[in-house]
């Protein structure tokens, strides 16, 4: 059995909505209970649940179903919750916070390996196993992943795919359709990688007890996914690479069965960004892959359906916008130019494309920074990007000369973790982007970014494996002044490194 995996569902009118996700064989479904634990205050109370099956399929010459179950909590005024459940007896417990409180989120991002023959040198429990301790001491209210939950790129070694890769260009990419034999292979491929990534103990004990809130992406469909020449994005084995990827996404990190159910969706656009409120906390969840072209991160519907969500929030002191690339980050696009003269395709060119810095992104993330900027300027509310992929951790800044609120500057900090499992880039690397990390970039309307120094070090990036905790102010600390406190949380390090993120009005 597979699971359980929550996600977090929503929060409306004090009820706080979680999804419990379990892949099973055998001809009996499991049994499910859900309880909110007694307090000095008030006695144990049970809770209603909902069941539904999601897919069924045939592996490995079992049946396989699956199940969710959707819990509703009404939320305590004051205070947290702690719910049980139990499935056949076996019992795991989650957090809720009390009603409109900012939650307490841990992020991720690069959960796996580019090259799975490291897997058997390098262990990948580590930093999860750090975020279980700490959660252990305080309690994670969700779990946010933002981006390579599993790594798909063993498909093109463990697949009829490497025969396809193998090909000369004009026979990849001809236009005769996909057997079945292959579709089925990748079918077979993507729903393995999944039971198999996320039954590792250090992954499942922490699915089972935050809900979750992931977006995909390019490693869980193809590495580079979205960057390719349209020859090779459009060809038969890509889009039905895509579609199988998608159906999975669907299924193990969103808990639905089509994307019409999707939960927290917005709505009238193509791909799947979400977004959600709890409290005075808003949280962005920006789809970077399902539309990606050399061209455009997003396609216009997507910008507006994410925009109107945005001009919607006008009493909203924090946004959380979880975008899988940096916004800020040091500009390789030179480097990128000398990549796409040289013959053949470069080992880093599609990685280069992807970053929003690349030079056909550029007006695309331009605009994105003004929208932010204004909404800042308009609302009061505070701005914080979460971010990955890159396999560092650093903090970057969007700054304005223009732009303020009651006097008040407006910063829009960047917060990047990676990766929770990834090793970190070699040691040159680093030197390079130490090197490049203290030029500040010129944007027009007086915007400037820059990468910042860790607080109390002299080095912008951590070449290390990490994950992140968001950590409001609790009154329990005697504070009350609704901070947001960042922290990394670094592989072989006992302290985290910490940034205090303000906010905007008080």
Same mark, same amino acid.
């Given at each position: 059995m597979l699971g359980p995996i929550l996600k977090f569902c929503g929060c409306a009118d004090g009820k706080w909505t979680v999804s419990a996700l379990v892949v099973w064989t055998g001809d009996t479904q499991p049994t499910f209970q859900a309880t909110v634990l007694p307090s000095a205050a008030s006695a144990a109370r049970p809770l209603e649940v909902t069941t539904r099956r999601? =897919? +069924?399929r045939l592996h490995k010459r079992s049946v396989h179903h699956a199940d969710n179950w959707l819990i509703c909590i009404e939320q305590h005024a004051t205070r947290d919750l702690q719910v049980a459940y139990s499935i056949d007896g076996q019992v795991h417990s989650f957090t809720v916070p009390a009603r409109d409180n900012a939650p307490t989120c841990a992020y991720t991002s690069c959960n796996g390996f580019s090259d799975y023959k490291k897997m058997k040198d390098i262990p990948q429990d580590p930093v999860w196993n750090k975020m279980h301790a700490n959660h252990a001491q305080r309690p994670y209210h969700l779990l946010l992943m933002g981006g390579d939950q599993v790594y798909s790129d063993a498909m093109w070694t463990t697949t009829a795919l490497r025969d396809w890769a193998a090909a000369p260009n004009d026979?990849? &990419? *001809?236009k005769k359709p996909v057997s079945k034999t292959l579709q089925t292979e990748i079918d077979d491929f993507f729903f393995a990688n999944y039971l198999k990534v996320w039954s590792y103990q250090h992954i499942a004990r922490m699915l089972a007890s935050v809900p979750t809130v992931m977006m995909w992406d390019d490693h869980d469909i193809i590495d580079g996914w979205g960057s390719y020449p349209p020859a090779f994005q459009q060809s038969p084995v890509f889009e039905m690479i895509y579609q199988v990827a998608r159906d999975y996404f669907l299924l193990f990190q969103q808990h639905s069965a089509t994307q019409d159910e999707l939960p927290l969706r917005l709505p009238l656009q193509p791909g799947f960004s979400k977004a959600a409120r709890i409290g005075d906390y808003g949280l962005l969840v920006l789809d970077l892959r399902s539309e990606r072209t050399p061209d455009q991160v997003m396609g216009a519907e997507a910008w507006d359906a994410a925009y109107r969500w945005l001009d919607a929030q006008h009493d909203c002191k924090h946004l959380l916008i979880m975008s899988s690339i940096p916004v800020v980050h040091p500009d390789f696009s030179t480097l990128e130019m000398l990549l796409c003269a040289l013959p053949g395709q470069q080992e880093l060119e599609d990685d280069l494309k992807d970053h929003w810095l690349s030079r056909t992104h550029q007006w695309e993330r331009l605009r994105l920074i003004? =929208? &932010? %900027?204004?909404?800042? %300027? %308009? $609302? !009061? !509310?505070?701005? +914080?990007i979460l971010s990955g992929d890159v396999h560092v951790a650093a903090i970057g800044a969007i700054e304005s000369r223009q732009k303020h609120y009651q006097g008040k500057p407006i910063t829009i900090h960047q917060l990047t973790s990676s990766g929770v499992v990834h090793p970190p880039p070699p040691a040159m690397a680093l030197f390079? &982007?130490?090197?490049?990390?203290? =030029?500040?970039e010129e944007l027009e309307g007086g915007?400037? $970014? *820059?990468?910042?120094?860790?607080?109390? $070090?002299s080095h912008r990036y951590i070449g290390a494996r990490n994950y992140l905790s968001l950590e409001p102010d609790r009154a329990a600390d005697g504070r009350a002044r609704h901070r947001l406190w960042a922290n990394w949380h670094v592989e072989h390090e006992a302290t985290p490194y910490r940034q205090a993120i303000l906010p905007l009005a008080e």
């Open positions: 999601l =897919r +069924t026979k990849k &990419l *001809a003004h =929208r &932010l %900027q204004e909404w800042s %300027q %308009q $609302t !009061g !509310g505070r701005v +914080t390079y &982007l130490e090197h490049v990390g203290d =030029r500040v915007i400037t $970014t *820059a990468m910042y120094k860790f607080p109390g $070090t």
